[in-house]
């Protein structure tokens, strides 16, 4: 059976784009999870066997934001394994690779 788990699309202690919010840039924001998924990639590794990564565009009456979405076989032991992980240690800041890809300024 299929299965999902849904996160936001940049790292929990940096400031991401935020729909509502001034300056949310939509195409930034992309941006920002196209790159969380390889900082993820890098850190944690790429889901194993049949297991995806998407970008899931989200509507509200303030427009369309993105959550990224990793999509796996709930019989496969390694993919709810990986899921696992993902949930006790997603990356909590970029790298110097995401922050080259998104143009951040360093802190």
Do not use: C
């Not at 929990?12 to 992309?30: A, R, T, V």
């Not at 049949?50 to 709930?74: C, K, M, P, Q, R």
């Amino acid at each position: 059976m299929r299965n999902t788990a849904v996160f936001k699309p940049f790292p929990e202690n940096e400031p991401g784009q935020i729909l509502g919010f001034l300056g949310y840039d939509h195409e930034k924001s992309h941006e920002e999870a196209q790159s969380f998924i390889g900082l993820i990639h890098r850190d944690i590794g790429p889901g194993p066997g049949t297991s995806t990564w998407s970008i899931h565009t989200n509507h509200n009456d303030l427009g369309a934001y993105y959550t990224i979405v990793y999509n796996f076989e709930s019989t496969d032991k390694d993919q709810r394994k990986y899921a696992r992980i993902l949930n006790e240690r997603l990356p909590k800041e970029w790298d110097k690779q995401a922050i080259d890809e998104l143009g951040l300024i360093l802190r």
